[in-house]
């Protein structure tokens, strides 16, 4: 993987999801992988909230106009959404861009624990 903002905290991430897969493989419910993920990020040693409830902006507004939660925040600047559907389609990809849009945060990552091998990719979104 090559360098890119906050890759150090990406890839932690990354190791610690192919673990819980290499260990589950897929066919649990989200909130199974969801539990060992914060169990592997804690044993690296990764800051993270979980389950968090994150304030949703709308525009240049500086209040939010609502709230969701959000499957991880790591390090207060990576936020990370879990699946484990059989496969991640285009509607997963919009609604982590969205995210990232009304949350004003600029990392994400979305992972997959449903397919027969781990699947991820990561979504960066510039705010200026």
């Known amino acids: ?3 890119y903002k906050y890759s150090d905290i990406t890839k932690k991430v990354i190791g610690c999801a192919f673990r819980v897969h290499g260990f589950l493989g897929n066919g ?3 909130v199974i992988y969801q539990r060992a993920l914060a169990l592997e990020l804690e044993a690296v040693g990764v800051l993270f909230q979980r389950e968090l409830q994150m304030p949703i902006f709308y525009r240049d507004h500086p209040e939010s106009i609502g709230s969701r939660r959000v499957d991880f925040l790591v390090e ?3 936020m990370v959404e879990l699946k484990a559907i059989t496969q991640l389609e285009e509607v997963h990809f919009a609604q982590m861009i969205n995210y990232l849009e009304a949350y004003r945060i600029e990392v994400g ?3 997959n624990f449903g397919e027969k091998s781990l699947r991820f990719k990561r979504f960066v979104k510039s705010f200026g």
């Open 1 to 3: 993987m090559e360098n």
């Open 28 to 30: 649990f419910q989200e």
């Open 76 to 78: 207060k600047c990576v």
């Open 109 to 111: 990552l979305l992972i």
